[in-house]
């Protein structure tokens, strides 16, 4: 079946013809377990890919996921994860979660989830089953190094900060501030952090990494921004022919007060560096 695109002015136009599209499609599919759920999600991502390389379309598990670091806050043990070495490992353990509070380590290999193996388990489904009610246990079984046999840790899930922000005083009094996502609590933790490392003596500059950072609240990338001037329009949001936006804030003024470094600052950006953080 062809369909035919050249008449395809609008996106309601070209949302009628993707969902054609995966109509047909669908039924043809060999794999019962894709639901035209699945097939419309494809369709749309293949299709942005085409228009622009650097948007992505994010839904079902990746979306809750991104809402979780946006929100700033999970359910679970506080530990990120991940797979390297051909092995699920801890990648981070948050010092005042329950993980670090129970004593994971970076680099520790998670072999089993509540006794079920972690060889072939995805990261994604890790997480899922790491994540749970509060207040109910999951037992995690450790590798640890060369150690003789593994560690088990009995950990009980709670309601966990997802912190945003990572700091540290470098030599001639600079502060070095690595920003990993911008969440909704990401403006208070930086200005805490910077707050915290001049306890040791007035700051004489000020490094900010955004590197492989891919935005997520603007309104607190631009607070950030604030607290390095206070004047002027901060960003400002227009769609086509000037106009404002639906769902997005149209613009977001500098507040006087709020700056509070009058110093040099050096951003550190990459290919990956978007969205808010630009």
């Known amino acids: 079946r062809t369909l035919d695109v050249s008449a395809v002015t609008t996106l309601d136009e070209a949302m009628a013809v993707f969902e054609q599209a995966s109509q047909f499609v669908h039924p043809l599919l060999e794999d019962p377990e894709i639901s035209l759920e699945d097939l419309r999600a494809a369709t749309l991502s293949g299709a942005l890919h085409t228009i622009d390389r650097h948007s992505t379309l994010i839904a079902g598990d990746k979306l809750d996921d991104f809402n979780t670091r946006f929100q700033g ?3 679970g043990i506080g530990a990120r994860i991940g797979r390297r070495d051909d092995a699920l490992r801890v990648i981070k353990p948050f010092p005042s979660a329950p993980a670090g509070r129970a004593g994971l380590e970076a680099w520790d290999v998670i072999t089993h989830i509540d006794g079920v193996p972690t060889e072939v388990m995805g990261v994604d489904d890790a997480v899922e089953r790491i994540r749970g009610p509060e207040g109910v246990p999951v037992v995690l079984t450790v590798q640890r190094g060369d150690e003789a046999g593994p560690r088990v840790f009995v950990i009980v899930r709670a309601n966990v900060l997802v912190p945003s922000v990572e700091s540290a005083r470098l030599e001639d009094d600079i502060a070095y501030v690595n920003i990993d996502h911008f969440s909704k609590r990401t403006s208070e933790e930086f200005v805490e952090s910077l707050a915290e490392l001049a306890t040791a003596g007035a700051l004489r500059g000020v490094i900010v990494d955004l590197r492989g ?66």
Do not use: C
Request: hydrophobic letters at 40%; proline letters at 4%; glycine letters at 18%.
């Open 213 to 278: 950072n891919q935005g997520g609240s603007m309104v607190h990338a631009a607070r950030i921004v604030n607290y390095f001037g206070d004047d002027g329009v901060l960003v400002q949001t227009e769609g086509r022919g000037g106009a404002r936006v639906q769902g997005l804030t149209w613009k977001i003024p500098a507040q006087p007060g709020r700056k509070g470094f009058d110093g040099p600052v050096a951003v550190l950006v990459d290919g990956l560096t978007a969205s808010g953080s630009e």
């Open 73 to 75: 806050s999970l359910v």
